[in-house]
């Protein structure tokens, strides 16, 4: 019989106040058996047995079997020739003369083999020394980069002892972005950790994973450098770096919410950097005993020191300059001086830079390009062309492609044409584009414009020889009479 919460009530209270099971059985119209179950209060209406009962068929000698076939399997070692529980059903009726249904032994199966296996989500606690290791993780946002809306690769790396932070946001995840954020991670943290754990990304290892990953041999040489050991997590395994994963989803939520809108990316990452000083500053991670702060600054004192040389985290590569005066480095052209025409030089990309060298010595610079088919002039890589060749100026891309609509428009108005468009465009270079437009805007506009009206804006006045002096000049009075009484001067 089912008793509800109100039965009982009034049960423990009748036999509380000293009524007999009999009397309160007769009261409440319910049997003695039920008053005599819950009136001393040792049971609850709603505690229910747990209903445990083995099909008598599977006994301790079809478990031995079944766990048999389990330790065949194991020895075997083949992860697609393993017993099933319908396998191992046919072999019970085969050897075993069983008389049982196939869905006892699937249960007796599904519970054996719990028994004998660790659940996946299961984590051991881990505890780190100060400057034992880093964890490091890519992740991935959406960020307005000079208006346009732009997917952006997160770098995350961790101290494991005081769960000081790193972040900072590049526009791809390849292997020279990698090393350059590993580089800058060490100079954020003041050292470098005895070892780096990451997983099996493609940009770190050549093949393998976990213990038998093979890095990749600018990473294995980068890790000589800055001599630390290359941990490589399992696959899949992403408790095996649980606080750099993390804290990809910590910062996403916490950096970049609103969509941070930049100019450009190292503005982004001057934000980032302020906020992961901000973290150390004031952040207490939940089960730690101290402060980010004090952990951290107990930690710096163990890790390794960084190395003088700075490693070339850049992928480097020999390009010929074409006779547009631009060489091709990832699918993207970039300018150089007319002067290097037709030579080869080197072309070194960073994470956010290219830099272009001949014999040593850089000779042009740009913001990275990522995808193909852009170019980057400079106005002064073609000035001396543009000098001998001024019909060109005109439909020439180093010009409409690096200077402003409102300059390009003044410029066509100039009366001497194209000569003098150039002489328009080599003050630009000289003065900067911004400053010859301020000329522009001081110049009355019923005077026709000349670059030599603009020069005469850029001249200093001439400093005049001229020495102006006080109107006012003290002059200190000489008693002269001594002078005259030592020389026998007589007074008139």
């Keep these: 019989m089912i008793i509800e919460m109100d039965l009982y009530s009034a049960i423990r209270t ?48 079809i478990k031995s079997f079944i766990l048999g ?39 007796a199966v599904r519970l054996l083999k719990s028994e004998r296996t660790v659940p996946p989500q299961s984590s051991v606690p881990l505890s780190y020394a100060p400057g034992e290791a880093v964890q490091i993780d890519w992740g991935e946002a959406t960020i307005y980069l000079d208006g346009q809306k732009t997917k952006a690769y997160t770098f995350c790396g961790r101290l494991c002892y005081s769960c000081d932070i790193f972040v900072q946001v590049y526009k ?10 590993q580089q800058l991670m060490f100079d954020f943290f003041g050292g470098v950790p005895r070892r780096s754990i990451f997983d099996n990304a493609k940009v770190a290892v050549k093949e393998g994973f976990g213990i038998y990953a093979k890095p990749q041999d600018k990473y294995l040489s980068f890790g000589a450098h800055y001599a630390f050991s290359l941990d490589f997590c399992n696959p899949a395994s992403g408790n095996e770096k649980s606080l750099v994963e993390n804290l990809v989803g910590y910062s996403r939520r916490n950096f970049l919410v609103p969509v941070p ?27 730690r005993s101290h402060p980010v702060k004090i952990m951290y600054q107990e930690e710096a004192r163990f890790l390794n020191p960084i190395p003088q040389f700075r490693f070339d985290t850049s ?16 699918k993207n052209n970039y300018s150089v001086p007319t002067k290097y025409l037709r030579k080869n030089v080197t072309v070194k990309g960073y994470a956010n830079t290219v830099h272009i060298l ?55 108005q100039l009366p001497g044409g194209n000569k003098e468009m150039v002489k328009l465009l ?56 001594k002078y005259d009484e030592k020389y026998g001067v007589a007074n008139q």
């Design 426 to 481: 080599r003050l630009c270079i000289d003065y900067g584009e911004d400053r010859i437009l301020a000329i522009k805007k001081r110049i009355p506009g019923q005077i026709i414009p000349t670059v030599d009206i603009v020069r005469t804006y850029l001249s200093k006045p001439a400093e005049s020889s001229v020495v102006y002096l006080k109107n006012e000049i003290s002059i200190t009075e000489t008693d002269l009479r």
């Design 315 to 330: 992928k480097t590569a020999i390009a010929k300059v074409d006779d547009f005066s631009t060489v091709r480095y990832e």
């Design 69 to 107: 076939c389990f330790k065949e399997d194991e020895a075997e070692h083949l992860k697609k020739q393993k017993h099933t529980a319908k396998r191992i059903y046919d072999r019970l009726v085969a050897e075993k003369d069983f008389r049982g249904s196939y869905s006892s032994i699937r249960t």
């Design 172 to 181: 791809s995840s390849n292997e020279e972005t990698f090393l350059e954020a």
């Design 358 to 412: 001949y014999e040593g010595t850089e000779i042009a610079n740009f913001p990275r390009q990522y995808g193909s088919g852009h170019t980057k002039y400079c106005l002064e890589h073609y000035i001396d062309l543009l000098e001998r060749k001024p019909r060109s100026v005109k439909n020439a891309k180093p010009v409409k492609e690096t200077l402003t609509q409102e300059l390009l428009a003044w410029g066509s």
């Design 14 to 61: 009748r036999y509380t106040d000293g009524e007999s099971i009999r009397s309160i059985a007769k009261g409440l119209g319910i049997s003695r058996q039920s008053v005599k179950k819950y009136c001393e209060g040792s049971t609850h209406p709603e505690v229910r047995k747990a209903y445990q009962r083995e099909p008598d068929v599977v006994n301790d000698d």
């Design 261 to 287: 809108r930049v100019a450009d990316i190292e503005e982004l990452n001057h934000l980032l950097r302020n906020a992961c000083l901000n973290y150390r500053e004031s952040h207490k991670v939940e089960h």
